[in-house]
């Protein structure tokens, strides 16, 4: 089996663990799912108590539930939260009570234009009590009365969130996101924490340039969390990547920065137009995940997002189809080389001064055109070495090189390494 294609393989069976806990932003499901993702990669494990003023919010109480069903009278189970975690409002209050169909309709939630589907709802900041099924099952209720249990609590706690680094050359870092509140929902997003996963120790098998710090945490409120804490050292964050919606069939989709011209930008549109993969690179919007915590306007770091299909881009997106079946090994192999494409240029990518500026310097006699030889992109390679000679005034980096040349950037790369071991550049 190819390396990628059993990289798919194992970030699928990570997906297939992880789909059936139940996630929130806070309590035990997030810790069951660190838990799992610490047997594939060491985390450092970070609880924030209730009631910590985080930026502009407040870490809130833990919710954690057991048990919850809606029965008929012969007592048999007709939603069922031990089916599917989808199954109940999230962090919905406790409730024990037995009420008429009429009463409860006010609490359940379904998808009429997808009878066959159970929607994902939540009402973190509300209370609130529910359960979602699917339409067709809510149709064929009698109108009869009904046992609701919903054995939760919500009570004083933490917020839990992990981190994972990769330590590399320079304590400048790139920071990998991606969040860990959602229940059974395969693309959104454990396509993500598997992909993050299988990277982070793609990256250790290396020393890479930058140190790479990977962050699993609850959407929003987690990456708020983070920021308040790390507020004083944020900017070492020299770039970043928020993953998510990882493991569909549809295209690559780059969202910029708030920037739009940060270096992870132009690496990704660099890195996507390159391949042939079939891509799309959209503009910054205030609206999606996490990266619009890192580049709100106060922080303003260079971190994008990459997804397949983007958020509510599908119609599958948070309801119980975006299952195990909606997701490919191959597609999250797929976003995986992406992400190590990319941040291979990223940490290679830097800028040169020319020591021999004034005229061409002499190759031949430094063996750099006989090294050429029996290559055959030989012509290709040295025009590499003459542009990268031009442009390496301070000013430009490989990328400019490889963006202004119209030449890959490995190729582009290899001629800097073999310009800086003559003596003719340096970083």
């Keep these: 089996m190819a390396p990628m294609t ?136 009698p109108d009869d009365e009904y046992e609701v249990r919903i054995d939760s609590t919500l009570a004083d706690g933490h917020l839990t969130y992990a981190e994972h680094v990769v330590p590399g050359q320079v304590a400048d870092e790139v920071i990998v996101s991606c969040h860990v509140c959602h229940p059974s929902l395969a693309n959104d997003n454990l396509a993500g924490i598997a992909v993050a996963v299988f990277l982070a120790r793609a990256l250790a098998e290396r020393t890479p340039w930058y140190t790479y710090r990977f962050l699993f945490a609850p959407g929003t409120i987690g990456a708020i969390t983070w920021l308040a804490r790390n507020a004083e050292r944020v900017e070492q964050v020299k770039h970043g990547l928020v993953l998510a919606c990882a493991g569909d069939s549809g295209r690559l989709t780059y969202k910029r920065s ?58 599958e997106y948070h309801t119980s189809a975006d299952n195990l079946d909606f997701v490919s090994p191959q597609a999250m192999a797929d976003t995986l080389a992406v992400c190590r494409e990319a941040f291979a240029v990223l940490d290679r990518n830097r800028r040169y001064v020319n020591l021999s500026p004034y005229g061409e310097p002499q190759l031949g006699r430094r063996g750099l055109y006989d090294s050429l030889g029996g290559r055959s992109d030989a012509k290709q390679a040295q025009m590499a070495m003459l542009w990268v000679l031009n442009l390496s005034d301070g000013e430009h980096s490989l990328l400019d090189v490889a963006e202004r040349s119209g030449l890959p950037f490995d190729t582009v790369a290899v001629a800097a390494d073999a310009l800086g071991a003559a003596g003719l550049i340096k970083a």
Excluded at 278 to 288: L, Q
């Design 6 to 141: 059993a990289a798919g393989e194992q970030m699928h069976a990570l997906v297939e663990r992880l789909y059936p806990l139940c996630r929130s932003i806070t309590g035990d499901g997030v810790r069951a799912t660190l838990e799992i993702v610490g047997e594939y990669i060491p985390l450092q494990l970070h609880e924030v108590p209730t009631g910590t003023q985080v930026l502009d919010w407040t870490v809130p109480q833990e919710w954690n539930i057991r048990d919850a069903y809606i029965a008929d009278t012969a007592g048999n189970r007709v939603v069922d939260f031990a089916e599917s975690s989808l199954h109940v409002l999230g962090y919905s209050l406790p409730v024990s009570a037995t009420m008429p169909l009429a009463e409860l309709r006010g609490h359940l939630y379904t998808l009429p234009d997808h009878p066959t589907w159970v929607p994902y709802r939540t009402s973190y900041y509300k209370p609130a009590w529910g359960f979602c099924l699917a339409q067709e099952t809510l149709d064929a209720l």
């Design 258 to 315: 708030r920037r739009g011209d940060a270096e992870i930008d132009r690496v990704m549109r660099h890195v996507l137009a390159a391949s042939d993969r079939p891509h799309h690179v959209a503009e910054f919007t205030p609206y999606g995940y996490d990266e619009r915590q890192f580049c709100s306007p106060g922080f303003n770091l260079g971190v994008g997002s990459l997804s397949r299909t983007p958020y509510a881009g599908y119609p």
